[in-house]
């Protein structure tokens, strides 16, 4: 367990978000419900993206005997609650530092491989005939405050000279006429790439594409001991064991125990939380001279992330609380609540209808991370896409169902993403550096 209150991680609860009342229910027979005593080739812990799109790929494409635990109802956990942005990239290092860490080819196929990764969710969903109801085209990088343009003005230069990736600088005054205004507004870069899209649907399916194509999918099924049993994994839950002879950990941001400390000890879960308001009128969406579908981030460390839900309800995400406890989340919603009004005073008295949070994972390293364990080389894991999984969780499931299935090898994965995360000195001091972080984070975003 980690330092957070225990209720984030009470899987039979729902996340209260909006998307859990407006998404079609999974396909009877998709969710087997709690498992019993079975044995099978492979056992993924995690019914999230990861998870179910490696139980999809090693089932569709190498007929593998495949079975998914999934702690509460398939996609509960981030994949079914996230803000729905679909964009690039998975990490926490600014691109110099990604060149300057991995070199420049190494970067390049990173950042390559999570552009097909953006494609490959909206393809996988047409070829497999959901809606996602995707949104916009590409994504707005704001400056929140003046000095914050220059830093977007050479991310944009690294991106057309290193990738070869066009996005487009806009002024202030451009983006107040052509997208929108508010007081934390002073210019943005376009990203050509990007939509947004129901991240609950999404869940789905690729859970009713896995069980589809033949994978065992239990929800209500958290795995609370793991033993060895000679050359195989013995997986104990409340109902009954799996036992497999290889594992995928595919939990991410609420990996609980009992998981190997080589992972669990080595992520950092940070709470994410979203507000989304009612549906605006046109009088409302006209205060604030909104015209764009496309998802929007600001400059600010602690990001302030939003876009404009079909139904015109505003949806507007934040990072800050690290406790999870009920009193420090309604705080967290006061606060976020204040800042929207700050942010966008056009929408100040518009009335919240939803407000949930969730866990990211992040590490050290700054880079998701995919791989096997050095000393259990039959489990493999793909986790760490530091906020931002909705496009590289599932091409990172799909990948580890390749490398298991031997299509790939290790070397296929990009290195930045390949391998455990870096260790953390005193991983116990976690929810302490990460306050310190924060503390630190505020300061810098003043
Ligand atoms: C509020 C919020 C907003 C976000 N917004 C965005 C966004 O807009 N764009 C973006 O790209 N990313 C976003 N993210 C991140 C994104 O949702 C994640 O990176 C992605 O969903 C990770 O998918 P996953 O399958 O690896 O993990 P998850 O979806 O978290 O799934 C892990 C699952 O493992 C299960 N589990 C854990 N331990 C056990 C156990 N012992 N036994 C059985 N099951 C277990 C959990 O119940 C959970 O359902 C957001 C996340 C949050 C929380």
Not at 149 to 157: H, N
Not at 293 to 313: G, H
């Amino acid at each position: 367990m980690t330092w957070y209150h225990p209720g984030m991680y009470d899987a039979a609860k729902p996340a209260g978000s909006i998307w859990e009342e407006t998404a079609p229910p999974l396909p009877a027979g998709t969710d087997l419900g709690p498992c019993g005593d079975e044995t099978c080739e492979v056992a993924i812990i995690g019914g999230g993206y990861t998870g179910l799109s490696c139980a999809f790929h090693l089932a569709s494409e190498f007929s593998t005997d495949v079975r998914l635990l999934e702690a509460g109802t398939l996609g509960w956990g981030a994949s079914g609650r996230n803000g729905g942005f679909c964009t690039l990239p998975p990490s926490s290092l600014p691109l110099q530092s990604l060149l300057a860490r991995f070199g420049e080819a190494e970067a390049k196929r990173f950042i390559f491989s999570q552009l097909e990764a953006i494609s490959f969710v909206r393809s996988f969903a047409a070829k497999q005939g959901f809606a996602i109801e995707p949104q916009g085209e590409g994504e707005l990088h704001v400056a929140h405050a003046p000095s914050r343009y220059a830093g977007l003005a050479e991310e944009s230069r690294i991106l057309k000279e290193k990738f070869g990736i066009s996005a487009k600088l806009l002024p202030r005054e451009e983006v107040t006429e052509r997208f929108y205004d508010s007081r934390e507004q002073f210019g943005a870069l376009l990203m050509p790439t990007g939509f947004g899209l129901h991240p609950l649907r999404l869940a789905r399916g690729l859970a009713a594409a896995a069980a589809r194509a033949g994978a065992k999918l239990h929800g209500a099924s958290p795995v609370i001991r793991w033993e060895r049993k000679g050359a195989d994994h013995l997986l104990v839950t409340p109902s009954g064991t799996i036992r497999a002879r290889r594992v995928v950990v595919a939990t991410n941001g609420f990996t609980r125990s009992p998981m190997p400390p080589a992972l669990a000890d080595r992520i950092i879960p940070v709470m994410s939380n979203i507000l989304v308001t009612r549906p605006l009128t046109d009088d409302e969406i006209a205060t604030q001279n909104w015209q764009t579908e496309s998802p929007c981030a600001n400059t600010r460390s602690l990001l302030f992330y939003y876009r404009m839900l079909p139904d015109r309800r505003f949806l507007f995400g934040a990072r800050g609380d690290t406790t999870g406890k009920p009193e420090d989340g309604a705080r967290m919603r006061r606060y976020m609540e204040r800042r929207l009004g700050e942010v966008f005073p056009g929408w100040a008295q518009v009335e919240i209808t939803h407000s949930w949070r969730g866990f990211v994972c992040m590490s050290l390293g700054g880079t998701p991370s995919i791989g096997s364990l050095p000393d259990e080389p039959s489990v493999y894991f793909a986790l760490g896409y530091h906020g931002n999984g909705v496009a590289a969780a599932p091409w990172s499931g799909r990948m580890l169902a390749q490398v298991i299935g031997d299509k790939e090898d290790f070397s296929a994965i990009p290195a930045a993403m390949r391998g455990v995360p870096a260790s953390i000195p005193f991983p116990a001091l976690r929810g302490w550096y990460l306050r310190a972080a924060l503390g630190y984070y505020r300061l810098m975003d003043l």
